[in-house]
């Protein structure tokens, strides 16, 4: 194979790739150096982008950056100035700065990105990701034949635990337009590890959205799939320790946008598991 064959075929594979963003391609969450440290110190953060193994860095650049910011117990800190785009020699990573011992939420959100599937992919997205109120909205406009066009964005946050001190920060929200919050601190589950979440859009609690729960790394928890009740509810139980991704979609019509029919938005929680007994 010549240079020249080799550089079309890498590139129709970068091309390929690029328009295959869902199937799971579209979970994107925050990966902190380690989720716990013992004591006060500064903590590296990646973006990430795929699925388990295939798991790849995010492609960083500053025009995808609306905010990436800090929560504890003494206020929020911008953490903008830390990040380091993505580059031939480095993945985008950023840093929070060192911290005394406490609980963190590292929150950060994009900008819009565009997304056209034909008809079939975009009703097997639908039906993937449990979007609802899109499937109505194409079912009463007789439009499940045609293709589906979305704006996206995308929501993340990470806890990370310094020492051994908790605080009540990991379970209120931060404002994300949609957004995924422990209702109880995860490291400090009880024997039957259960967890419960509640998924907030616009800053409402989230009916019938669907909600994954996966493991991270070297992890061993079971793969959960749940759907969230009226109060935008559920419990996950972890029979394990160790780190885990939450994620959840969610998406509406949009009118008078020339751009697309729907906006979604896909956000993650990363948080790792620590069990105590009763």
């Known amino acids: 194979?010549?240079?020249?064959?080799?550089?079309?075929?890498?590139?129709?594979?970068?091309?390929?790739?690029?328009?295959?963003?869902?199937?799971?391609?579209?979970?994107?969450?925050?990966?902190?150096?380690?989720?716990?440290?013992?004591?006060?110190?500064?903590?590296?953060?990646?973006?990430?982008?795929?699925?388990?193994?295939?798991?790849?860095?995010?492609?960083?650049?500053?025009?995808?950056?609306?905010?990436?910011?800090?929560?504890?117990?003494?206020?929020?800190?911008?953490?903008?100035?830390?990040?380091?785009?993505?580059?031939?020699?480095?993945?985008?990573?950023?840093?929070?700065?060192?911290?005394?011992?406490?609980?963190?939420?590292?929150?950060?959100?994009?900008?819009?990105?565009?997304?056209?599937?034909?008809?079939?992919?975009?009703?097997?997205?639908?039906?993937?990701?449990?979007?609802k109120q899109i499937q109505t909205h194409r079912r009463e406009n007789d439009l499940s034949n045609t293709p589906g066009t979305e704006i996206y964005s995308r929501k993340a946050k990470s806890i990370v635990q310094i020492g051994n001190t908790l605080s009540d920060t990991v379970t209120r929200p931060i404002g994300h337009t949609l957004e995924i919050i422990p209702l109880q601190h995860p490291a400090s589950l009880k024997e039957d590890g259960a967890l419960p979440v509640q998924v907030l859009f616009r800053g409402e609690p989230l009916h019938n959205a669907m909600i994954d729960a996966m493991p991270l790394g070297e992890a061993s928890h079971q793969i959960q799939t749940l759907t969230t009740d009226k109060n935008g509810n559920a419990t996950f139980h972890f029979t394990e320790s160790g780190p885990v991704k939450l994620n959840v979609v969610w998406g509406v019509p949009v009118e008078n946008n020339d751009r697309a029919d729907y906006e979604t938005y896909f956000s993650s929680l990363t948080f790792t598991v620590s069990r105590t007994s009763s």
Not at 62 to 68: C, G, N, Q, S
Not at 113 to 121: F, I, N, Q, R
């Open 1 to 131: 194979m010549t240079n020249r064959v080799k550089l079309k075929f890498i590139g129709l594979c970068c091309l390929l790739t690029a328009f295959t963003p869902h199937l799971h391609a579209h979970d994107f969450w925050l990966e902190p150096g380690q989720f716990y440290y013992e004591s006060a110190t500064s903590v590296p953060i990646q973006f990430k982008v795929g699925h388990n193994k295939d798991a790849d860095n995010w492609n960083l650049t500053w025009d995808k950056v609306v905010a990436l910011r800090s929560y504890s117990s003494t206020g929020v800190t911008d953490m903008a100035a830390s990040i380091i785009p993505r580059s031939g020699f480095m993945p985008g990573v950023a840093k929070l700065q060192k911290r005394k011992p406490g609980s963190y939420v590292i929150g950060f959100e994009s900008y819009h990105s565009v997304s056209t599937l034909d008809a079939e992919k975009f009703n097997g997205y639908l039906e993937e990701e449990g979007l």
